[in-house]
């Protein structure tokens, strides 16, 4: 009976904290930070964009200490951020390599939790200009989470892409962002 018990116990341990490899999907564009875009290109606006760098170079983050979530193609985080962004600008006609304002951007952390009630993806980041100004942002993306850390990590891998979306948006829609484009 005791040995019965030992097992059970071990194998809803392992169900209840373990977990597989979860990778974050492609990005999808935003509606919403289409259209905020789009004001920017009625004006004639074009960007071009410059170094986005972190200096952990992370690709992964560990779900629940079992599970790493990264992105499909193993690339870090930052140069995920980066081909977001270019989608935004391509679909709305402000990209070009030849514009005279570049921007950059800086990962100064990011930070993926799971813990039931407090689930969240925050991005810590500063976004520059060749103009020489600047602009830091946080951006914290709530989530519904799980006691399983199967469907806590499935959740946070799914919640990437609206957070990403969520952090651009809050880039764009800031009133510095106008003056990083001069």
């Known amino acids: 009976m005791k040995k019965s018990v030992i097992i059970l116990t071990s194998l809803?341990?392992?169900f209840l904290f373990s977990g597989c490899a979860?990778?974050?999907?492609?990005?999808?564009?935003s509606t919403d930070n289409i259209l905020t875009l789009k004001s920017f290109a009625k004006d004639g606006q074009t960007i071009n964009l410059g170094d986005f760098v972190d200096n952990n170079n992370e690709s992964t983050l560990m779900c629940?200490?079992?599970t790493p979530v990264g992105t499909a193609k193993g690339s870090t985080f930052i140069s995920y951020i980066k081909d977001a962004f270019k989608k935004e600008l391509v679909v709305s006609d402000l990209l070009d390599n030849d514009a005279k304002t570049t921007i950059g951007m800086n990962l100064n952390d990011i930070y993926g939790s799971t813990l039931f009630?407090?689930?969240?993806w925050k991005f810590d980041v500063?976004?520059?200009?060749?103009?020489?100004e600047k602009m830091s942002v946080i951006s914290r993306y709530d989530y519904e989470s799980s006691y399983l850390a199967?469907?806590?990590?499935?959740?946070?891998?799914?919640?990437?892409?609206?957070?990403?979306?969520?952090?651009i948006g809050e880039i764009i829609k800031n009133h510095k962002f106008k003056d990083l484009l001069k």
């Open 12 to 14: 809803l341990v392992v």
């Open 22 to 29: 979860n990778k974050v999907y492609d990005y999808s564009i």
């Open 64 to 66: 629940r200490l079992a």
């Open 117 to 120: 009630g407090n689930a969240y």
């Open 126 to 132: 500063t976004v520059n200009s060749s103009n020489g």
């Open 150 to 167: 199967t469907s806590a990590c499935s959740e946070m891998q799914r919640s990437f892409v609206p957070a990403v979306q969520k952090l």
